[in-house]
């Protein structure tokens, strides 16, 4: 063989062989990384992940990091802090490849405001990665601030170092202890913190500590002039608070690990169950995955514990952990008390649903985890497709099974008994006839908004569960899209969304659409918030080159000062004058359409309060010839407790099928003031002559009103008043103990008639139907909404008696001005 042949096949062989180590050695590889728009996908995922373009990426084989760049207003949501950017902080942490991140930020507790820099230090071709975030002390008035984020190869581990160096002449205050947020639950052991995500199903855990070596950590320190003071913590994710608090306190103290098996005597996986262990005092929970099985690193010690579950008895033990070695905990459990839900509609197709369970006969009625959860949250469970099993302790329980106001409820008594399960097969029966009609809510939220933590797939099934139809993104100032998660849960059939936006700050808020998300831009390129609302609207109403089906409306308003006292000194100053006519619509909706009285006693999870009735101030605006539609809203940013499904407004659509729906249409006839307000009963209103709600009509004589309220088997109207320029004349009053023939007790239509009101002026009519004596507690439970009594309305049409126009009658319906309380 010549040599030339020999050389390159000993090449070819060492690159062989260089390739084989490179690539046996990937997985001990570690980096920090900018992030641009070619490497997008190195960005973390989860619930809470929250990277964009300029932040920076550690990640090693075991888990990966996100530090937020230095963009200007750079932050992870609206509330990671209302008042600063938070540039340089932890917003992800998670597990290599779980693409599960829980956390919102980490930080220490006075990092906040402009830095001078965020870079790669290093980029990990050394064994260790780091980005460093700094703020000179000419940016900082004389305190230099670093910090450091650090992670090597194998590390399970983030380290944080960060410290201050005082140029000033004075001792300066700092605040090092660090802050986190986004948890349910938290505690302190010893010296560490652990927490566990916001729902627990979601099995993540974090912990941190300061590091071995490293000074205390105080709350607050007086850092003398030309001194320099630095802190080390260590953080790290994990499956469960159990195992994060076992990686930190692993790095001090030695350590096995605990294997647990979990499943019951016929092989099913116990995967909601928990195994509380007791360390130092505090109750640390680790969580089985999709087989019944965890393993995790803990310290050497003995510990007691306890698996528990929901629907089977607890199982005590005692655990021992020795240095180097597992200690195995297998459970042969008794299969759970459950039950087993097969909802569907007429034609047997699987259909979204809300099932409450009520204890009955001396059985409490269960709470089955945090309010944030749709899928078993409080007393209920909210499916995206009817098909479901709920474990639950062994009892006697009435379940009721509804799917918004349109279908009737099904109520059945069920008794479980102790590792049995129990069958429900359903069938929900669309009673109500809302033919030409969509049931929409223009303002809803999940986490993306930063003011709450509802995961955006529990809030589409949460939609789906309570029969809305269209449902607009509208996240806290950020613009977002719900259609990656609505197919996901394979509801396109029965939502429909676009794009909008929320736009919130410390005063009126506003929502719109459609608008449009720039993929990884703060806040998904979202306009700032101004304090003037007529700003606000402009932006809003011409952003992406704006149109004519752009919706924009004012958020729950404080009318006595946006419309009425703009500088809050008691005395009417006509607000921000001509804000009305800038917006579509207004959410000036409440319970209070029949309360004649500017204030009113407001009760809110057992807190009440005095609060400014804003549906009598819209009332008084619109006998003043301030024109604004109404619009209904959830508002929701939980499931429980304020969840979507209890206020919305109907349009008029031109297609049943949600699917189908033309945003354009919805949008034009909402700007046309054809939108019914409801918490329940289905009114339809309509002039003799066949207009719809909204109209502007010529009659020089009295004016007939085709009525037509409709119900489900589990609310009640038994009262029809028309509102006469807000006011209610007794000869408009229909109730049932009064003209009880006029009142239906049986089948989903409760009134249906032909009403006639008498005019001497120009007068706005305003259609209410309520059910004075009942409530919605069938279809609500435990939940603030069952003490609602079913309240229907409509927008006003416009009665022109002489043709010469509209003049409105300067009415304030027996108060001044709503203005504000001094």
């Known amino acids: 063989m010549k040599r ?25 590889q570690v ?43 750079r932050r992870a949501n ?98 090092p202890l660090p802050v986190w947020k986004g948890f349910s639950r938290e505690w302190t052991v010893g010296d560490i913190q652990v927490a566990d995500a916001i729902d627990p199903f979601d099995k993540r855990g974090y912990a941190w500590t300061t590091d071995a070596g490293a000074p205390p950590i105080e709350k607050e320190f007086m850092l003398p002039a030309g001194q320099e003071r630095t802190y080390r913590v260590v953080i790290a994710p994990a499956d469960s608070p159990a195992a994060a608090y076992g990686v930190i306190a692993g790095l001090a103290k030695p350590s096995g690990a605990i294997a647990v098996a979990a499943k019951d005597k016929q092989g099913a996986p116990a995967v909601h169950a928990a195994l509380e262990l007791s360390v130092e005092g505090e109750t640390l929970p680790a969580y089985p995955d999709r087989a019944g099985r965890v393993e995790f690193a803990f310290p050497a010690g003995a510990y007691p514990a306890k698996l528990v579950d929901i629907g089977r008895d607890p199982v005590d033990r005692q655990v021992a952990v020795a240095k180097g070695q597992t200690a195995k905990l297998e459970f042969a459990l008794e299969p759970a008390a459950a039950v087993r839900f097969n909802v569907h509609d007429e034609q047997g197709q699987p259909l979204p649903c809300k099932v409450q369970f009520l204890g009955r006969d001396g059985t409490p009625t269960p709470n089955f985890g945090t309010d944030y959860r749709a899928k078993g949250g409080n007393h209920q469970y909210q499916s995206h497709n009817g098909q479901f099993t709920q474990q639950v302790p062994p009892g006697k329980y ?148 704006g149109g004519p089906d752009r919706w ?148 020089a004589g009295p004016v007939s009103l085709k009525v037509k309220v409709q119900t489900p088997n589990w609310m009640d109207v038994d009262r029809v008043q028309i509102l006469v320029n807000g006011r209610q004349r007794p000869q408009d009053n229909y109730t049932r103990a009064s003209r009880p023939k006029m009142f239906r007790n049986d089948g989903s239509v409760r009134f249906d008639e032909t009403l006639t009101v008498s005019l001497q002026e120009d007068a706005h009519l305003i259609v209410v139907a309520t059910g004075e004596h009942s409530d919605l507690s069938k279809g609500w439970g435990l939940s603030w909404e069952s003490k609602m009594h079913p309240l229907a309305y409509t927008n006003p049409i416009y009665v022109d008696l002489d043709g010469k126009g509209f003049r409105p009658n300067g009415d304030t319906l027996g108060h001044p001005i709503l203005v504000s309380k001094r």
Not at 46 to 63: H, P, Q, S, T, W
């Open 4 to 28: 030339s042949t020999l050389l390159r096949a000993s090449l070819a062989g060492a690159f062989l062989i260089a390739l084989v180590v490179a690539l046996s050695g990937q997985g001990e």
């Open 31 to 73: 980096i920090a990384i900018e992030i641009g728009k070619h490497n997008t996908d190195l960005l973390p995922k989860g619930k809470e992940a929250d990277g964009i373009l300029g932040d920076f990426v550690l990640r090693n084989d075991k888990i990966h990091a996100l530090v937020s760049g230095n963009q200007p207003g």
């Open 78 to 175: 609206m509330s990671t802090e209302y008042g600063f950017p938070t540039q340089g902080a932890l917003y992800d942490l998670d597990l290599r490849g779980a693409d599960n991140d829980q956390l919102t930020a980490f930080r220490p507790g006075d990092h906040g405001g402009n830095l001078s820099w965020v870079r790669v230090a290093s980029d990990g071709s050394d064994g260790s990665a780091r980005v460093e975030a700094v703020r000179t002390a000419a940016m900082g008035d004389g305190l230099h601030v670093r910090l450091e984020y650090r992670l090597d190869r194998g590390w399970r581990h983030l380290l944080l170092t960060y410290s201050y160096r005082n140029e000033t002449r004075d001792p300066v205050k700092i605040a």
């Open 398 to 545: 009435l379940v009721r099974i509804t799917r918004g106001p349109e279908y009737d409820m099904v109520e059945q008594p069920v008794e479980v008994g102790k590792g049995r399960q129990v069958d429900v097969s359903a069938t929900l029966i669309r009673t109500v006839n809302s033919t030409g009609w969509v049931a929409t809510d223009f303002h809803a939220h999940s986490t993306p908004s930063g003011d709450n933590y509802c995961s955006t797939d529990d809030r589409i099934a949460n939609f789906a569960a309570e029969h809305l139809e269209f449902i607009p993104t509208t996240e806290h100032n950020r613009l977002y899209d719900w259609n990656p998660h609505i197919s996901k849960l394979g509801l396109d059939r029965h939502l429909k969304t676009i794009v909008g936006i929320e736009l919130t700050g410390r005063g009126q808020h506003f929502n719109s659409f459609p608008l449009q998300v720039v993929p990884f831009a703060q806040d998904g390129g979202a306009p700032q918030w101004v304090f003037d609302p007529r700003i606000n609207a402009i932006v809003l109403r011409n952003l992406f080159e």
């Open 552 to 699: 924009v409306q004012a958020n729950h308003p404080i009318v006595s000062q946006v419309f009425n006292d703009r500088n809050q000194d008691g005395v009417a100053d006509g607000g921000f004058a001509g804000f009305e006519r800038l917006v579509d619509a207004a959410e000036v909706w409440s319970t209070e359409i029949l309360n004649l009285n500017p204030y009113y006693l407001y009760t809110y999870e057992d807190q009440e309060r005095e609060v400014e009735n804003r549906t009598f101030g819209w009332l008084q605006m619109l006998n003043q010839g301030r024109h604004v539609w109404c619009v209904a809203v959830s508002d929701s940013h939980r499931i429980f407790g304020n969840g979507a499904g209890s206020w919305r407004t109907y349009v008029p659509s031109s297609t049943d099928e949600p699917s189908q729906i033309d945003y354009k249409e919805i949008v034009r006839n909402s700007k046309a003031g054809r939108m019914m307000i409801t918490n329940g009963p289905f009114l339809e209103v309509r002039t003799a002559d066949g207009l719809p709600i909204g109209s502007s009509i010529v009659s």
